[in-house]
């Protein structure tokens, strides 16, 4: 049961919640495409409070609570707050929480959601703390995965790219762990996943995890690319190195298995390639316009409407 | 024995023995010692079990939960003594808390329990790691900072 509780990591939520959560994006999106999506967040107000920069999750909630017929409050930057006058964090979330059914929160530090959580009385969902969790872009990526290939267990499932900084990684191998895939970590020398995480997973769901130095994607049901993060990078010639060596080409694709889906939780820069966007591999808009359903479920599920 | 050294015996208060050689004086600096009390550290005394050991005695003080789990995660093979009216009346083995909550402060920089005013707590892991409760990055029990 979700209702009135917070998201703050994958780790929070069973599997029969996810299971749940998949089921309601599939309605959701039925009402979408039918044009008659539900008015379930009618009268509610849902605050988007994001000290970071985002496009896609910012604008997916936002989008995600007016289909729902809900209204929002936005906070855009610490800039554009009474923080910049040295209100306190804290002070300022109680303030936010006061106005608002819901509080969505993206912020630089690890732990800022679940610090969030402690101080709203309303449910809060976590966009994003730092480089720890990202729970509703994974949980928007197992609806994508389970949407285009018709299921999660049993799919050799390939996660490539700067696995150490990227927080979608470590949330996304937690739940395709939870659900049986087979994962291969496919990543640059000095960007793998910390060896914590790989070590939890294998232990807590005897999971098939396998890590990887190449990029070979022959045996991959899906291929789940992100980005090096050069703003983490000291030195900016080494991340141009590290994202050379792992860009994905029409090369890279060589013998790879014909319905091969290739996802990317966005923005893109030199990872993939321009001339994959236009290939049937190419799933990564598509998956970006599933975060609305899958979105829009869970708020309605939190919000127990 | 000629050049052994002799502490006096305390009358009310705890030993703190079988801490690891070396880290006698980290554990003395954990503790909240009362200004009227008297306290001796004992370093490298010979140890059947360790081969040398340091000995933390300290009269009028009763060691609180906190300052228990402190010591366990420096020294978890460390044992308590005690005393009272100048007799043993309690023996324990310090034992990893399931839970520490203000104990310790997290190691990773970017956790926002070192920017914020926030108790940093853990919760025990298989093999006696700890998770942080906020940034979800699990440690050593040495390597969280007391």
């Known amino acids: 049961m979700l209702k009135g509780r917070d998201v703050v990591s994958i780790r929070d939520i069973a599997k029969s919640d996810i299971e749940l959560l998949l ?3 599939e309605e959701m999106e039925a009402g979408l495409v039918a044009g008659t999506p539900p008015d379930s967040l009618r009268g509610k107000i849902v605050s988007t409070v994001f000290f970071e920069p985002s496009t896609r999750t910012k604008m997916c909630f936002q989008a995600a609570v007016k289909r729902l017929g809900g209204q929002i409050l936005n906070l855009t930057s610490v800039q554009a707050s009474s923080m910049k006058k040295g209100e306190s964090l804290s002070d300022t979330l109680r303030i936010i929480d006061g106005y608002s ?3 969505i929160i993206r912020h630089a530090l690890d732990g800022s959601a679940r610090y969030a959580a402690d101080i709203c009385a309303h449910p809060v969902i976590n966009a994003g703390d730092g480089g720890n969790q990202h729970p509703t872009q994974t949980l928007l990526d197992l609806y994508a995965i389970r949407r285009m290939k018709g299921r999660i267990d049993g799919l050799d499932v390939f996660l490539v790219g700067d696995l150490k900084h990227a927080r979608t990684m470590k949330s996304l191998l937690y739940g395709l762990a939870l659900f049986k895939a087979r994962v291969t970590l496919v990543s640059p020398q000095g960007l793998e996943m910390n060896p914590k995480v790989v070590e939890e997973v294998r232990g807590k769901f005897k999971a098939e995890v396998a890590e990887s130095g190449a990029l070979d994607l022959k045996q991959a049901d899906v291929a789940y690319v992100c980005r090096v993060q050069k703003e983490r990078f000291a030195d900016p010639y080494e991340a141009e190195l590290a994202q050379k060596k792992f860009m994905v080409t029409t090369e890279s694709l060589k013998g790879a298995k014909g319905d ?10 030199d990872e993939i390639a321009p001339e994959i966007d236009g290939t049937k591999h190419a ?3 598509e998956q970006a316009r599933l975060g609305v359903p899958m979105r829009m479920a869970l708020m309605a599920e939190v919000l127990g409407v | 024995m000629p050049g052994e050294l002799v502490v006096e015996k305390i009358e009310n208060g705890t030993v703190i023995d079988h801490i690891p050689a070396g880290l006698g004086l980290k554990v003395i600096g954990m503790l909240k010692i009362p200004r009227s009390s008297k306290a001796a550290l004992l370093l490298n005394v010979p140890s059947k079990r360790m081969g040398s050991k340091d000995i933390l005695k300290v009269s009028g003080k009763q060691l609180d939960e906190k300052e228990l789990s402190k010591i366990a995660l420096v020294a978890p093979a460390a044992t308590l003594n005690v005393i009272r009216d100048g007799a043993v009346v309690e023996k324990a083995s310090v034992r ?10 997290c190691p990773n920089p970017n956790c926002v329990t070192n920017h914020e005013r926030v108790e940093p707590k853990f919760g025990q892991e298989e093999g006696g790691k700890f998770r942080c409760e906020y940034c979800e990055m699990v440690f050593e029990a040495g390597e969280l900072i007391l």
Request: proline share 10%; glycine share 4%; net charge positive.
């Open chain 1, 23 to 25: 089921r309601r994006a």
């Open chain 1, 101 to 103: 059914d819901m509080v």
């Open chain 1, 260 to 269: 091969l889906v290739l996802l990317h939780p966005l923005p893109k820069v």
């Open chain 2, 96 to 105: 990893l808390p399931k839970e520490l909550k203000g104990v310790a402060k």
């Open chain 1, 283 to 285: 799933k990564y808009f």
